[in-house]
């Protein structure tokens, strides 16, 4: 530590409970009246995949050469009752994310990376654009409460349908597309005047409770004459519980998205504290699949903060059968790149801080309806970004298994990992690194 | 125009001997294939999901009660429930015409973008919720949080409304003839002009219900929810 001086006060001490950026919202708040509203997702420090580390091959396993023996990466989603399941090169998906949320342009680039490498990609809250259909060969449509856009020729021209109960960073809460991304297109697509902002309820309109969502499921197939899987997405909350009703309602496939998962416009009160970190939700999904004696029977999905695949190796091991990405997804075409850190800093941010989703000024050309903006982003090399990223994700998930000794991705199981923590040893139920300890099992 | 009174074929489909999958599969396929025109459906017994995701000029009487979500997401078709309807009749219809003689239970037409939905009994709670464009005619009341975020279409009852009529609502229009318990956030009474009541006598005929429109109120969004801001918090 140097000597004290005028930039480096040693003597003056930042409270732990005021310290300065809790100041500047509270002073922010005083100043407008309006609660705080971003995109991204939760900032704080969780309880994640990073507390985990996997237990690599030796004397007592046996590992996989990894540069010539084969670990596959298929996954096949919507096994239970669907005519068409889809059929996956990867186990890593794209999330829903909106048009209007995102420009078309980036729409486009997701489906075109997704496309690339041999996965999908889902729609969002406003509807399927016809760039989206085009450039997405596997694409899930999602029914949320809103139902702005909602076409059955949209359903049927889908590949799956994703009932949105809730989503990670806001589970309970519903949506906002603030009035200054409503473009004509936006608000045509919507039903709604250009211009207002556009609420997205927090309960769908015609049904309530498990056996009402039972009935709606069943609707879904009937409209699409039994082709298309159902997916059912819930925020991490009561996961145990909604994962076994979610069951019981019918689901193919079950998407949880844990409290890390990102949002293009929700209050920041909701997204940092609200819902379940999504390590102990994969955990608790898993358990509540496997007592049903339904765990690879339907399929579960988990999102909310993967960004490597390590993330991936680690949900895989606790059980699921494919991870979801959307903020990850934006990064790698370009969102909080310092390329643009001079944009950034214009409208009051910096690269890797950029957060104003909902605003509408993104410099990159990603989340804005601006059309100025949006020709900025280019789709080809964005597509590009996001396939290379992916493949990323996959070689970095096959090493990790082969690692572990494993000829498909799948094969990866919880007596691969340590935790590194006690926190994250009790929610994966996993032992603490260099012990058998699981806490919260056998009494102890 | 009711089947009996048609000349051409009725296929006739008696639930108790056909799977609902069935009847559904064979309306569905007009969509691609030219087939009957005219479809009585018997013994319904409650089934969900009937004659729904129909994209077809056909005409399908119901003869008893349906269950949830009957001729949701149509488009043309002409469905008549000749009984009472579950939750969701008419879920998102996209166009065409549903009937239905008796009563129906909560979030009627809801999201509906298109068509008439005319129910000639009462309809329950969350008539017309978040409808986006659909007409719908209600010869009796309807419950409370009728027309909540109702964004675009008619929503016309002859009888009262429960609380909360409206409550955020957008730009629906929405036509009481009786007394209504209470407006929601954001929901005003307007000046009913002469073009409000030209609408509204084409929409009682259309559904065939014979009321003066002079007798109805109408409402609608006042627009101060629209963009928020921090002195209307109180509305919310």
Redesign the interface.
């Known amino acids: 530590m140097g000597a004290e001086t005028a930039e480096q006060p040693w003597h003056l001490r930042e409270s732990y409970l005021f310290p300065r950026p809790v100041i500047a919202e509270i002073q922010r708040a005083a100043r407008?009246?309006?609660y705080d509203i971003r995109g991204f997702g939760a900032k704080r420090r969780l309880p994640h995949f990073d507390d985990l580390l996997f237990l690599g091959a030796s004397i007592s396993r046996y590992p996989l050469e990894g540069y010539r023996e084969r670990c596959a990466t298929d996954v096949v989603l919507g096994t239970r009752f669907a005519k068409r399941p889809l059929e996956l090169k990867i186990p890593i998906t794209i999330a829903g994310m909106s048009f209007g949320a995102l420009s078309a342009p980036a729409k486009e680039a997701l489906g075109r990376g997704a496309s690339e490498v041999g996965t999908s990609t889902t729609t969002g809250d406003g509807g399927m654009t016809p760039e989206e259909r085009e450039h997405s060969k596997i694409l899930v449509y999602q029914l949320l409460p809103?139902?702005y856009g909602?076409?059955?020729?949209d359903?049927r021209r889908a590949d799956a349908i994703e009932v949105v109960v809730g989503q990670g960073a806001k589970p309970g809460g519903g949506g906002m597309l603030?009035?200054h991304k409503i473009s004509d297109r936006v608000a045509e697509m919507?039903?709604?005047?250009k211009?207002?902002?556009q609420?997205s309820?927090s309960r769908h309109?015609?049904?309530t409770g498990p056996d009402?969502l039972e009935?709606?499921i069943?609707?879904l197939r009937?409209?699409?004459?039994?082709e298309k899987p159902i997916f059912v997405k819930v925020g991490a909350t009561r996961t145990y519980y909604d994962v076994q009703l979610a069951v019981k309602a019918g689901a193919d496939v079950i998407v949880v998205d844990g409290m890390q998962g990102g949002t293009a416009a929700t209050q920041e009160v909701f997204i940092e504290h609200v819902g379940i970190p999504t390590l102990p939700a994969t955990r608790l999904a898993v358990d509540a699949l496997q007592e049903l004696g339904m765990h690879r029977q339907v399929q579960l999905v988990v999102s909310g903060g993967i960004r490597s695949g390590a993330d991936v190796a680690k949900a895989l091991a606790l059980g699921a059968d494919a991870v979801s990405i959307g903020t990850a997804a934006l990064i790698a075409m370009g969102d909080n790149s310092p390329e643009y850190e001079a944009e950034y800093r214009k409208i009051g941010s910096s690269a890797g801080f950029y957060d104003d989703w909902q605003a509408g000024r993104d410099p990159v050309g990603i989340s804005t309806q601006d059309d100025e903006l949006a020709r900025r982003f280019d789709p080809v090399l964005g597509g590009r970004r996001v396939a290379n990223y992916l493949r990323v994700l996959t070689l970095e998930t096959q090493t990790l298994a082969r690692a572990c000794g494993k000829s498909h991705v799948h094969n990866l199981e919880p007596e691969d990992l340590v935790a590194l923590t006690i926190e994250a040893a009790a929610m994966a139920r996993v032992p603490l690194a260099g012990t058998d300890w699981i806490p919260g099992v056998g009494g102890s | 125009m009711a089947l009996a009174a048609t000349q051409e074929a009725v296929e006739v489909v008696d639930l108790r001997t056909t799977p609902?999958?069935e009847l559904?599969?064979r309306l569905?396929d007009l969509a691609r294939a030219p087939g009957p025109r005219y479809w009585r459906i018997l013994n319904p017994d409650g089934a969900?999901?009937l004659a729904?995701?129909l994209?077809a000029d056909v005409e399908v009487d119901i003869d008893g009660h349906v269950?949830?979500?009957c001729a949701?997401?149509?488009?043309r078709a002409t469905v008549r429930v000749h009984g009472n309807a579950g939750?969701?009749v008419a879920?998102?219809l996209?166009s065409g015409l549903v009937v239905v003689d008796g009563n129906a239970s909560q979030?009627a037409g809801?999201?509906g973008?298109g068509g008439l939905l005319v129910v000639r009994g009462d309809a329950s709670s969350?008539c017309g919720?978040?409808m986006?464009?659909i007409d719908i005619v209600v010869g009796g009341s309807v419950g409370h949080m009728s027309a909540?975020?109702a964004?675009?279409g008619r929503l016309v009852v002859c009888g009262d409304a429960g609380e909360a009529l409206g409550d955020?609502i957008?730009?629906a229009r929405l036509y009481v003839r009786g007394k209504v318990a209470g407006l929601g956030a954001d929901c005003i009474e307007k000046e009913l002009r002469a073009e409000h009541a030209a609408e509204l006598a084409q929409l009682l005929a259309a559904a065939g219900i014979d009321a003066d429109p002079a007798e109805f109120r109408r409402y609608g969004s006042a627009r101060r929810l629209?963009?928020?801001e921090?002195d209307n918090a109180s509305a919310y």
């Open positions: 407008e009246g309006i809103s139902r909602m076409n059955p020729d359903l603030l009035g919507r039903d709604l005047p211009g207002i902002d609420r309820a309109p015609d049904w009402d009935i709606k069943h609707e009937e409209i699409t004459d039994w | 609902l999958r559904n599969q569905h969900h999901a729904c995701g994209d269950g949830y979500y949701g997401m149509n488009k939750t969701g879920e998102n996209m979030s809801a999201t973008r969350r919720i978040s986006k464009g909540f975020m964004q675009k955020s957008y730009e629209y963009n928020f921090i």
